[in-house]
C-alpha cells in the first residue's frame, strides 16, 4: 500500500507486482518530463522521459504516462523487482533550451521479495 | 554513455573551514552544469547553474559568497563551501548538460558532506 511519510511517500509492493509512482507537476508550460531513479547515497539515474507532444512512451520493463490536462505524470513499472527499490523522482522542464530541471518531491519505492 | 564524475564522494570537515567538490563531465563537453543540494528524505533543490567561461548563475536564497562555483573548463566544474558550518551538511549533487540534441542531464554520484 501506499503511505506518506513525514516527507516522502512510500509505496510498497511484494516482487513480481506492477508499481505506480504518481507525479503531479507544477509548470503547466513545461515541455519535457524525466523520471529518475535514486539509490541510496548515490545520484539521480535517468529511467525514461516523455515531451509534451506524447501522452505515453514505454521502454524496458517501464511506462510513463502523461495527463497535461491535469499536470499529472505516471511510471508504471511491470513485475517489480527487488532491485527496483529506491527513491523515484519526476523532473520537469521548460520549453527554452535554457530552462532548468524542476524535481518533484520523489516516492520510496520498496520491493518485498 | 555520458558520465559524470564527481569528486569527493565523502568528506567531513570542520566548522570554518573550506570544501571543494569537484565535478567532471569525463567524455562529453558541458558547457553548462548544475549543482544541486539534497537533505535526507528531500527532493533535489538546485543552487546554482554553472556556465564555463562565465559566472555562475545563483538560484535565490544561495548564497554566492558561501557557495563559490568555478566552471574554468568544458569538463570541470567545481564547488566550494566556504566557512562551512554544521546546517551546510548535506548531500550535494552535480549534473552536466550533454548538448543541444538532447535535453536530458547526467548525474555525478554525489558528495556526502559533513561538517563537525
Known amino acids: 500500500g501506499e503511505s506518506v511519510g513525514l516527507h516522502l511517500p512510500t509505496l510498497s509492493v511484494q516482487e513480481g507486482d506492477n508499481s505506480i509512482i504518481n507525479c503531479a507537476y507544477s509548470?503547466?508550460?513545461?515541455?519535457?518530463f524525466i523520471w529518475y531513479k535514486q539509490e541510496s547515497g548515490k545520484g539521480p539515474q535517468f529511467i525514461i522521459d516523455?515531451?509534451?507532444?506524447?501522452d505515453k512512451r514505454q521502454g524496458q520493463r517501464v511506462t510513463v504516462l502523461l495527463n497535461k490536462t491535469v499536470k499529472h505524470l505516471s511510471l508504471q513499472i511491470a513485475a517489480t523487482q527487488p532491485g527496483d527499490s529506491a527513491v523515484y523522482f519526476c523532473?520537469?522542464?521548460?520549453?527554452?533550451?535554457?530552462?532548468?530541471?524542476?524535481f518533484g518531491k520523489g516516492t520510496m519505492l520498496l520491493v518485498s521479495p | 554513455g555520458a558520465v559524470v564524475s564527481q569528486h569527493p564522494s565523502r568528506v567531513i570537515c570542520k566548522s570554518g573551514t573550506s570544501v571543494k567538490i569537484e565535478c567532471r563531465s569525463l567524455?562529453?563537453?558541458?558547457?553548462?552544469m548544475f549543482w544541486y543540494r539534497q537533505f535526507p528524505k528531500q527532493s533535489l533543490m538546485l543552487m546554482a547553474t554553472?556556465?564555463?567561461?562565465?559566472?555562475?548563475?545563483?538560484e535565490q536564497g544561495v548564497e554566492k559568497d558561501k557557495f563559490l562555483i568555478n566552471h574554468a573548463s568544458l569538463t570541470l566544474s567545481t564547488l566550494t563551501v566556504t566557512s562551512a558550518h554544521p546546517e551546510d551538511s548535506s548531500f550535494y549533487i552535480c549534473?552536466?548538460?550533454?548538448?543541444?540534441?538532447?535535453?536530458?542531464?547526467?548525474f555525478g554520484s554525489g558528495t556526502r558532506l559533513t561538517v563537525v
Open positions: 554553472s556556465n564555463e567561461g562565465s559566472k555562475a548563475t545563483y
Open positions: 567524455d562529453f563537453q558541458a558547457t553548462t
Open positions: 523532473a520537469e522542464k521548460g520549453v527554452s533550451r535554457y530552462s532548468t530541471l524542476t
Open positions: 509548470n503547466s508550460a513545461s515541455d519535457y
Open positions: 516523455i515531451r509534451s507532444n506524447m
Open positions: 549534473s552536466a548538460d550533454q548538448g543541444e540534441l538532447n535535453y536530458g542531464y547526467t
